[in-house]
């Protein structure tokens, strides 16, 4: 394994050459170097990198094709986030960037302790979005037999599981609870199914708790986002104390939230990253506009490379109710306390008389359902107390019938803002 003196020196190496490649090839940062009176030549290490602005969502997504350093001969692939036309940002990969992201994504299963034998079924979208075909290609780069099952048709996708015994399962953390609830449902025993890489939305340690203590399945978390490559950014190692960051390919930073000053070694800041050696679309200093925090210290499985703590929200999921600030994610956190509640919540956000009203409807777990009215109160008032304690703001809960929350196979919908609707 490497020190960390040789990963540092990998990443100068990298940068150096990255910021030679945008100067001379992408628009988009030759007019933005020349406009701040940068040459690649200043940059001369990681440290110096601190001189270089920051680069935003709003300008990638304004100027996208400004942002290619290479021609479509060279392009291999185009991948796109999800957005509304003209909202959109489409990133691109030579044949070098798709090799790099498959090796980042065999890495991610490595860590795992997978190898050539194991079964692979991809329950993520395959198209646009990265997350099937990243988790496709990473799988045959190991040698693994992969099963594109793609997102829907969940009978096929458990059928697939009983017949071709998959030992690991990649999606989203919504659709996992709702496979997870439906085999629960028919019976279905699924013990070849040993690991699930969970990612493209945040998901906190409750749900990891609750759904690993039903099922003897150990989750990963696995990071990324099409704007930097697709999954494989970062992933958990089987310590599961944050993610490993594949740090000669990314260089990351955490930034305040406001200040955009470096945050100090655990403080929860925004992510900043620099691709090192993406050709087609590299991006220097990008804010993701994920809340986490990092540190360099060397983790019990002897891995030195960086690690990011488990994603706690984007700061656009933000809500200010009645003036405060809240995340989704926190809410979560603190309906995941009582172990009759399912993570099948929706949080809905109302003005009534120009006051805002927040409520939640959630789901109780599937042998809760016979909870009697006395039981329900109690665990409903211990929890809207905890979120007035926690959170300084109230918000009622109503538990309604199993079914009633809509499942998602792919991001899953948790917060209605009706305030915007109005507005
Ligand atoms: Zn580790």
Known sequence: MKSRDEVIHIQNKHLKRQLERIYNNSPFYRKKMDTHGILPGDIRDLDDL???????????????????????????????????????????????DLEIWSSCVAASLE????????ILQVAFNYGLFTGGLGFHYGGERLGMAVIPTSTGSTSRQLDFIEKFQSTVLACTPSYFSYLTEEMRKRHIQAQSLKVAFLGAEAWGTELRERLQSQYNIELFDIYGLTEILGPGVACECGIHDGLHVFEEHFYPEVVGIESEECCAEGEVGELVLTTLTKEATPLIRYKTRDKTSITYKRCECGRVEARIAKITGRIDDMLIIKGVNIYPQQVETILLRQREFSSNYILVVEREAYLDMAKIFIELESQFQGLDDDK??????????????????????????????KRSDGKAKRVIDRRKCNA
């Not at 860590?111 to 194991?118: E, F, I």
């Not at 979120?387 to 019938?401: A, H, N």
């Open 376 to 405: 329900r109160k109690e665990i409903i008032g211990i929890t809207e107390r905890m979120i007035k304690q926690e959170l300084y703001i109230s918000i009622s809960i109503t538990i309604v019938p199993e079914g009633t929350i």
């Open 50 to 96: 601190r001189k270089f602005p920051y680069t935003t969502k709003d300008e990638i997504i304004a100027h996208n094709k400004e942002l290619f350093a290479v021609s479509m001969k060279q392009i291999q692939r185009l991948q796109s986030s999800s957005g509304t036309i003209g909202n959109y940002y489409v990133a691109g990969y030579t044949k070098t």
């Open 111 to 118: 860590m795992a302790g997978l190898d050539s034998r194991d």
